[in-house]
């Protein structure tokens, strides 16, 4: 045996374990997704039976899409803006070395660390109509109107009250990276720009945010891809209800897949939300890529 | 200027604590809650707890089964960790260090594709192949599943921390006669040590917390987790909230323990693979 096959097989003995592992519980049942979503695959015991694009059809017709998509987007725009815009005002305020900055950075943190779970019944308590925290504390200032929404529980309110969930958990998650672009730029940057006379808002425009773009980049990218897959707060929360009002793609891909045993259909709507994600994050990564400066 | 530094600072403080209250007010309310009885609990539920009720926990750890709980998810987040670190270290280590073998970068970005690949469509394939395969609703099955989910980004982790040290050191040691067994054991894996660290809290903290997995993968009470236990605790119990949210504390309190004594490192390790992407 050659040395080259040799070293070949040394190389093979380290990968092995993780790629064994990775192809069968990973990248085989992805690709075999791909396969699935163009059969009328009822589960245990039946066969797939190939359909073309008969999912494919059907999803367009459904009613429950449309929900998902809208819910998706609302999910989307307003935990971007909001959760970016939030972790943004922190960053820059704890970038400044102030007396008890990390301990403000290190409370901030905190909720990215809990379980949905736990965060789900937190919230579903503060949020619920009979003794519920909001409630209470509406009712105790006056504001009748206010205390008598069900904010998980009335379809207006209910897909922004998982918003505010999700950016009350994540906004500390932003905000560490946006910190840690902070910490990249240049101090003589800064002070060069004072020389020329360059007041705190000048500084902002022109210095700190174009230079903070690739930390843009990045909580831009992961905030618009968690909030496209989101189960977790979704399920917890609301279930889908009422009346599948709140249904996200992550919801209703497990209420098809596993309640009605629709393996085949379930699989053609998680493709087209791959296909989706795909695409938004290229195009997204795209953009912003342009925005970012060299220095 | 000294009074509007002052002012500024002032200005800056206040909208600092306000955003800190609303952060930590919904946890002070579990806790509050939690040690409180629940008729007092019924009488005003935002009444400070008098007398504190710690009863709850009791009542909560047995009648949530949390013993149980607790050590399914020691055990699926203890082998799941081994299981990733023990297979990624060996599988990035190749990647990085071998470099006659041609097919080491393909190798590599096959690794790389799960991190853009959204788990979502092999979800119900997935579901299907693990019956088959006598794994569904087995521990091992689970964290055969966290490996397979966790290596990605932890062949990624490693693969940079890796190419950071110099090659110089591996032709040394293979002068000196040292096998890539070696040379890995002795030399490298050691030198990586913060990458380790890094790589096990960020999968630790995703596993621990995790409740979709085994709510998908799992259906018996016997193998429920902490997260999922807590899920069907509420199922039982829905209106005890002191009891629920003395489970809910206890389920949080590992972590937050671990928080206070490796802030640094956790903050830095679960957003490792965001900035150093």
Known sequence: ?295 | MKLRAIRNHFSMYVVLILAALCIISPLCIMVFTSVKSNADYIKDPLGLPNPLFIKNYALAWVNGGLLQNAMNSLILTGGSILAIIGTGALAAFAVARFRMVKIAPIVFAVFVAGLILPGQVGLIPLFMQMQEMGLYNTQIGLILIYTAQGLPITIFIFTKFYNSIPYEIDESAKIDGASMWTLFFKIIFPLVLPATVTNIIFNMIGIWNDFFNPLIFTSDASHRTLPLGLVAFKGQFSTDWPQLFAASTMIALPILMLYIFLQRFMIDGLTAGAIKG
Request: aromatic residues 14%.
């Open chain 1, 1 to 295: 045996m050659s040395e080259k096959k040799r070293e070949l097989l040394r190389f093979m003995m380290f990968v092995l374990p993780a790629m064994g592992i990775y192809s069968l519980f990973y990248a085989y049942p992805i690709l075999s997704g791909f396969y699935y979503s163009f059969t009328n695959w009822n589960g245990f015991g039946d066969t797939a039976l190939f359909n073309g694009l008969d999912n494919f059809i059907e999803l367009v017709h459904d009613e429950l899409i449309l929900i998902a998509i809208k819910n998706n987007i609302i999910l989307s725009v307003v935990i971007i803006i909001v959760q970016n815009a939030l972790a943004l005002i922190f960053a820059i305020l704890l970038n400044k070395k102030m007396k008890g900055h990390t301990i403000f950075r290190a409370v901030f943190f905190i909720p990215v660390l809990l379980s949905t779970a736990v965060i789900g019944y937190i919230w579903e308590y503060i949020f619920s109509p009979l003794q519920g925290v909001l409630h209470v504390i509406f009712n105790s200032l006056g504001f009748t109107t206010l205390a008598e929404i069900n904010w998980l529980g009335d379809p207006t309110y209910a897909i922004y009250s998982i918003c505010a969930v999700v950016i009350w958990q994540f906004t500390g998650y932003s905000m560490v990276i946006y910190i840690a672009g902070l910490q990249t730029i240049p101090k003589d940057l800064y002070e060069a720009a004072e020389i020329d006379g360059a007041g705190a808002w000048h500084k902002l425009k022109q210095i700190t945010i174009p230079l903070l773009a690739p930390a843009f980049t990045i909580n831009m990218m992961i905030s618009m891809i968690g909030c496209l897959k989101m189960f977790d707060q979704v399920y917890l929360l609301t279930q889908g209800g009422p009346a599948h009002q709140t249904e996200v793609f992550g919801t209703l891909i497990y209420g098809i897949a596993f309640k009605s045993q629709r393996l085949g259909y379930g699989a053609a709507i998680a493709m087209v939300l791959t296909i989706a994600i795909v695409l938004i994050s290229t195009i997204q990564y795209y953009f912003m890529r342009k925005r970012e400066v060299e220095y």
